[in-house]
């Protein structure tokens, strides 16, 4: 299938007041912040996929903050683990269990928030990554697996193993040999609930891609049996809704969607340069960068109904409410359940024989039907 088009906006920030914007620009100046303050880390990639993170989150992923490690939520792998700022941000931001104060000490010998994502460290992080490529394989892994259980315990009418694999890859991701084995499996195997987003920034830590790099990624993938989305706009929250909801509704096959955006989005002097890639804006920048932006360096005196945390927070707690093109999946359905061991052939759980599935008490289980997707 040809990817999809949308179309390619020039990267001038807008004014906009919307709470969406507030949120997004929230995520980015966390970003900003945090490296600043470390006096180390990787701004720009946050920065510029902020919208990509608030749509994913608001309108698709499946999670429970209060549980995250509740089986069935949907798996989010950073293979880009550089830019970890933005999933500590957007876990902050929809109430894990990490504060603000460990945001201020991101980097920091003993915080919860390293210099790249460490699965165990950090609540909500289901992978170690920084090695580039090697995420994208963990993702096809956990992917595989919930095929595997699901063809294993899944009996008609009770779809016990059912959630979705995404992944976050940047250029070096789909450089490394690493990820083009694990992504030809994935399309072998046709892994459907298997969803990659790809930061096209064409920048690398040194320099612009084509100084090293000229793969026409959609076709690559095509060429492994994946489904392909393109967002020729990073910033536009319907573009990237769209094509998350699109890719969601193909299960036949993976899918990845190819996001066009621009590291250091928002920043006047250091947007689209690799400077912005592994080193702070400076001092002078992230305020010039955050009036652009229209969000003031002070603090925010919204109230707590405008603010994003409310907005991230509350959205968590509803259930995802779609403004867009995606279905109405809940962000937290019947927690949790816990799959007993097995052994052999004999698929342990099945209502039609077996050890029944035990259903694992948790302290802020939440009583509430079971809402079933469409599809994860
Ligand atoms: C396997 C591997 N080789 C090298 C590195 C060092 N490294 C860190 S980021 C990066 C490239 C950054 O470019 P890109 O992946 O496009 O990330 P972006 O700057 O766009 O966020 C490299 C080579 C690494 N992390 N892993
Ligand atoms: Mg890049």
């Known amino acids: 299938m040809s990817p999809r088009a949308t179309s390619a906006a020039a990267p001038t920030p807008a004014r906009d007041t919307s709470l969406d914007?507030?949120?997004?620009?929230?995520?980015?100046?966390?970003?900003m912040d945090a490296v600043q303050q470390a006096d180390s880390g990787h701004p720009g990639t946050p920065m510029a996929l902020a919208p990509l993170a608030y749509v994913l989150w608001q309108r698709h992923l499946r999670y429970n903050p209060a549980d995250p490690d509740w089986f069935g939520r949907d798996r989010f792998v950073l293979s880009a683990g550089h830019a970890c700022m933005l999933l500590y941000a957007v876990l902050y931001l929809t109430g894990y269990d990490l504060s603000l104060d460990e945001i201020k000490r991101f980097r920091q010998w003993g915080s919860r928030t390293p210099g790249h994502?460490?699965?165990?460290v950090t609540p909500g992080v289901e992978a170690t990554t920084g090695p580039?490529?090697?995420?994208?394989?963990?993702?096809?892994?956990?992917?595989?697996?919930?095929?595997?259980?699901?063809a294993l315990f899944n009996r008609p009418g009770?779809?016990?193993?059912?959630?979705?694999?995404?992944?976050?890859?940047?250029d070096g991701d789909v450089m490394e040999g690493v990820s083009h084995e694990a992504c030809s499996l994935a399309g072998h195997l046709k892994l459907g609930k298997l969803i990659g987003m790809y930061d096209d920034n064409r920048i690398t830590i040194d320099g612009k891609t084509d100084l090293t790099f000229s793969d026409d990624?959609?076709?690559?993938?095509?060429s492994y049996g994946w489904h392909v989305e393109r967002v020729g706009d990073g910033n536009d929250l319907g573009a990237l809704?769209?094509?998350?909801?699109?890719?969601?509704?193909?299960?036949?096959?993976?899918?990845?969607?190819?996001?066009r955006t621009h590291i250091a989005y928002g920043?006047?002097?250091?947007?689209?340069?690799?400077?912005?890639?592994?080193?702070?804006?400076?001092?002078?920048?992230?305020?010039?960068?955050?009036?652009?932006?229209?969000?003031?360096?002070?603090?925010?005196t919204s109230p707590r109904s405008r603010s994003p945390i409310g907005a991230a927070r509350g959205s968590a707690a509803r259930g995802s409410r779609p403004t867009g093109a995606s279905s109405t999946r809940p962000t937290r359905r019947r927690t949790p359940t816990s799959l007993p061991s097995w052994s052999g052939g004999s698929p342990a759980g099945s209502p039609?024989?077996?050890?029944?599935?035990?259903r694992r008490s948790h302290p802020r289980r939440r009583r509430r039907p079971a809402r079933r997707p469409a599809r994860c």
């Open 21 to 31: 914007q507030l949120c997004i620009n929230t995520i980015r100046t966390l970003a």
């Open 117 to 120: 994502s460490e699965r165990g």
């Open 132 to 150: 580039l490529g090697q995420g994208v394989g963990n993702a096809v892994g956990m992917a595989l697996a919930e095929a595997h259980l699901a």
């Open 158 to 170: 009770y779809p016990v193993v059912d959630h979705c694999t995404y992944f976050l890859a940047s």
């Open 217 to 222: 990624t959609a076709r690559r993938f095509e």
């Open 241 to 259: 809704d769209a094509a998350l909801a699109a890719a969601r509704r193909i299960t036949d096959r993976p899918s990845l969607v190819i996001v």
């Open 267 to 300: 920043s006047p002097h250091k947007q689209d340069t690799p400077e912005a890639h592994g080193a702070p804006l400076g001092v002078e920048e992230v305020k010039l960068t955050k009036q652009r932006l229209s969000r003031a360096s002070s603090r925010s």
């Open 352 to 358: 039609t024989g077996g050890t029944p599935i035990s």
